[in-house]
């Protein structure tokens, strides 16, 4: 019944280490989102994807990459993983891409690296 | 560039009112959100408003808007102990959201 599920939850892992987060929804939308939330609780967006598109890339570094393999699912993988990293992982999804769609988001995934 | 601002920190007793404000940049900003997250928790949209409204009310809450100032307010009436958590507002933009961010609400018993 879970609309927008990521696995796994939790994640510790050391540095330099290569780790992929889940994400999937069942509500049927054209859009999804990565965010990721900090220590300090700033949330900012990282990538968007409209029907297995690319249409947002906010700046992120080249170690992290989308993939969405189809509507229902993008996926997070993340190379050469470094302190910084550390965050908690939140996907979302939206109808569609216009103005005022509402995002629903998952449970996030807490990533510590070590 | 865009920017959405919030106070961090608010306390309040349980049974009083709370306002949480937010205050953002982007004037083509259509939808306003706000959004509550319990520790531990993902993001749960409590509710939103479209940018040619100034008020809206749903059971507790009720947000307002001022478009002028570019300003936003969620009040929640009689809070409960429940209702500490984060609160974010957001500003829609093109094709993302802006988040501010957050305002912690504790409420004493």
């Known amino acids: 019944d879970t609309a927008v599920s990521q696995t796994p939850k939790y994640l510790v892992t050391q540095m330099g280490n290569d780790k992929s987060i889940k994400c999937e929804q069942n509500?049927?939308?054209?859009?999804m989102y990565w965010y990721k939330q900090d220590s300090k609780k700033f949330l900012k967006i990282m990538f968007s994807y409209n029907n297995k598109e690319l249409i947002i890339n906010e700046t992120v570094p080249n170690r992290f990459s989308p993939k969405s393999p189809d509507k229902a699912h993008l996926n997070l993988h993340i190379n050469s993983l470094e302190l910084g990293d550390s965050a908690v992982y939140f996907c979302a999804s939206s109808r569609t891409t216009g103005v005022g769609e509402t995002q629903y988001f998952g449970p996030g995934t807490r990533l510590l690296v070590l | 560039g865009e920017d959405v601002e919030q106070s961090l920190f608010l306390s309040v007793r349980e049974g009083d009112s709370s306002v949480i404000n937010c205050t953002y940049t982007?004037?083509?900003?259509?939808?306003l959100y706000w959004y509550k997250q319990e520790p531990g928790a993902g993001l749960q949209l409590l509710t939103y408003i479209f940018s040619n409204m100034d008020m809206k009310q749903d059971q507790r809450l009720t947000v307002l808007l001022n478009k002028k100032d570019k300003h936003l307010s969620l009040r929640i009436a009689d809070t409960q102990t429940g209702d500490s958590a984060i609160y974010f507002c957001a500003a829609s933009g093109t094709y993302k959201y802006i988040f501010g961010t957050g305002t912690r609400l504790k409420v004493l018993a």
């Open positions: 982007d004037s083509s900003s259509t939808y």
């Open positions: 509500l049927g939308h054209d859009t």
